[in-house]
């Protein structure tokens, strides 16, 4: 793998640029010990190669998408300054840079009028989002699909809400027969609608969810932390299209950046629809707010001292990647979609496999054609390993048989789940390099299998 390091000739030149804007100040350099820092920077080198090659195309496991080149050059840029977005004496630019880098992640989603701003992760966002749900619910319980992500159970353990889950249906999309039924007992304050699950990326039927808030009155927080993106793309299944061309309809929304948005960790997002939720951040802060009668970005998030950092690199990024429909960052998004769809014929088409739930985003689950689960979940350890052996990185995800039973009806269900190899596509990259995905997919099987 060769690492991307021929952009770093221009961070030298933006730096010049950056520092004639303190042209009028006495000299001062920092003395700095050069063998001292390469010592210590050799030595993290090192420890830093025990990692998989995240940013290769042969690696489609996980969901770490590595930064693009120009959120690298901008966040580091930025550490020279190492600015703060809690109050503006401590990031004025980068404020600005972050209000008008969320505006356009709003834009995306149709909204024009919103409260928002950036966070450590979906965690952090959603965390906000079911406090605003508390404060506005009070007593009122958070609903969400068995595969939403874990976090919202564990933080409305935090905030001390009833959380409940409900069932998903063949597709793991929120049964939204059984979210009724659960509706009709009253007390439920908020739902969430998952915007691609993390264990599969399916999309809740949103539409129905907003058809039911209707009769029912409840809030709907819409977790698309990791799928919030593909809004923009053109090459959705047609309700999966539906479900987002109705996120406009949401009270909140939860997106990271730092997954397909080309960032670096932790850089999300959370949106409120509604700008008078502010009034629940308001609070006093004796020596921070003075400088400024413009909004301070403290005084309408959860957490204080926050990386501007992360407002630079984001800003920077949406100016040579604008979040357009038709525009490149949308057309890599399909790619990575058409990708997931690739892949996802190879393996219908192998006997080999079993293979579930259609790829709605762009995540892949399968796994090898057994008698027991049991067994399948055996032979998909084993193919893990050797795949990875021969340079492919993938992921396992425990499937239960509520989700796959009906698939696989004649699966011999000897215990209560499937290991399932788990592939996230989330370079544009994957889908030229396919061929050879496969070719060590099916090396690594043939070995197992055979």
Known sequence: ???????????????????????????????????????????????????????????????????HSIARLAYMLSLWINPNNHALDGGRCSSAMEKEAVAEIAKMFEWSTFLGHLCGGGTMANLEALWISKRLSRGGAIVASDQAHYTHRRVCEVLDIPFESVPCDSAARMNVNALEKRLEQ???????????????????????????????????????????????ADNL???????????????????????????PYGCGCILFKDPAVGKFYKH??????????DLHLGEISLECSRPGSAAVALWTTQKLFPLTRGGRFAGDLAKCRSAALRLYDLLTTDGRFMTA????????????????????????????????????????????????????????????????????????????????????LDVATTEVMS
Request: one cysteine or more.
């Open 357 to 440: 739930l259609p790829p709605e985003l762009d995540i892949v689950i399968w796994a090898p054609r057994a008698p027991r689960a049991s067994e399948a979940s055996r032979l998909c350890e084993a193919i893990f390993d050797a795949a990875e052996a021969r340079g492919l990185y993938m992921a396992k995800a425990n499937m239960p048989k509520s989700l796959l039973v009906h698939h696989r009806p004649d699966l011999e269900w000897d215990q209560e789940h499937v290991t399932c190899l788990r592939s996230c596509l989330m370079k544009p990259e994957h889908l030229e390099w396919m061929d050879r995905i496969w070719d060590a």
């Open 1 to 67: 793998m060769t690492l991307e390091l021929k952009s770093l000739e221009i961070l030298h030149e933006a730096l010049s640029v950056l520092e004639t804007g303190f042209d009028s100040l006495p000299e001062f350099a920092p003395e700095v010990d050069v063998d001292a820092l390469r010592s210590a920077l050799m030595e993290a080198a090192e420890k830093m190669r025990d990692n998989q090659p995240f940013p290769h195309p042969l690696y489609i496991g996980q969901m770490i998408k590595p930064p």
């Open 284 to 293: 006093d802060s004796p020596y921070t707010y003075f400088s400024s009668q």
């Open 237 to 263: 299944l047609p309700e999966t299209r539906a479900a987002y061309d109705h996120l406009s309809e949401v009270d909140s929304i939860a997106v990271d950046p730092h997954k397909h948005g080309l960032q």
């Open 186 to 232: 009253g007390n439920v304050g908020t739902v969430v609608a998952s915007m691609g699950t993390t264990a599969t990326g399916s999309v809740d039927p949103l539409v129905r969810i907003l058809q039911l808030q209707e009769t029912y009155g409840f809030r709907i927080h819409a977790d698309a932390a990791y799928g919030g993106y593909f809004t923009l």
